[in-house]
């Protein structure tokens, strides 16, 4: 059973414009939230985390909105630029080690 | 954030052989752990490799195919054994620094085909 549903599996978007990714779980017991951004040939990098207590953390073009009541968090990245175009993996954890990855989103940035 | 590196980078590898990958960082970390990674699809814990005892594995995954080692705080081994083509796929290492809700971070992998 997946842990943590993931949306959607690719994405297009014009370059400087928003790209939107969606992350739904079902533990309400989760209490951390990682994106991690892969490209080809490399391993996934951490790029931004937000824990339940906030409902938005932002760390220059890259946002996570929080809903806690709704399950779900995402990940904004404005002005999206070619060099974003990367696979996109959103996380969860509950107070251990052991993270729940989403199946992923390809996002192609277009010039 | 420490320096991960995996030896080998890919392999491709006979069925029925085993390959011991290797996951050497450049500082001590408090945790390590072993993915895996299909081609186009999310990441699984293997197991979470303990220094100076046996791993713990997550369900799926058994020691006697994917023995692991941890001798020190900043080197750890995956072995593949026996393997078949369905053990092809991407292996990966990451590391933590404390307990709890602590970021991964993860190693460029080892690209494996089984023929």
């Known amino acids: 059973q997946q842990q943590v549903k993931q949306s959607p599996q690719s994405l297009i978007v014009q370059k400087g414009g928003i790209s939107i990714i969606n992350c739904a779980y079902e533990?309400?017991?989760?209490?951390?939230f990682p994106w991690y951004q892969q490209f080809p040939g490399k391993g996934p990098a951490l790029l931004i985390a937000i824990r339940p207590d906030v409902s938005e953390k932002k760390e220059g073009r890259f946002t996570i909105s929080f809903n806690k009541s709704a399950k779900q968090f995402s990940l904004h990245i404005m002005d999206s630029q070619p060099g974003d175009s990367a696979t996109y993996f959103c996380a969860a954890s509950k107070g251990g080690n052991q993270f729940y990855f989403g199946t992923g989103t390809s996002l192609t940035v277009i010039p | 954030s420490a320096v991960i590196s995996q030896k080998p980078s890919r392999d491709i590898c006979q069925r029925g052989t085993s390959l011991t990958i290797q996951c050497q960082v450049d500082s001590q970390v408090t945790m390590m752990f072993w993915y895996r990674q299909q081609p186009g699809q999310s990441l699984t814990l293997i197991a979470t490799?303990?220094?100076?005892?046996?791993?713990?594995?997550e369900s799926g995954f058994v020691i006697d195919k994917f023995p692991i080692s941890r001798p020190n705080l900043t080197f750890s081994t995956l072995t593949v054994s026996n393997m078949s083509p369905e053990d092809s796929s991407i292996y990966l290492c990451?590391?933590?620094?404390?307990?709890?809700?602590?970021?991964?971070?993860f190693g460029d992998g080892t690209r494996l085909s089984i023929l």
């Open positions: 533990n309400t017991a989760f209490d951390y």
């Open positions: 490799a303990n220094q100076g005892s046996e791993a713990t594995y």
């Open positions: 990451s590391v933590a620094q404390g307990q709890g809700n602590q970021p991964q971070h």
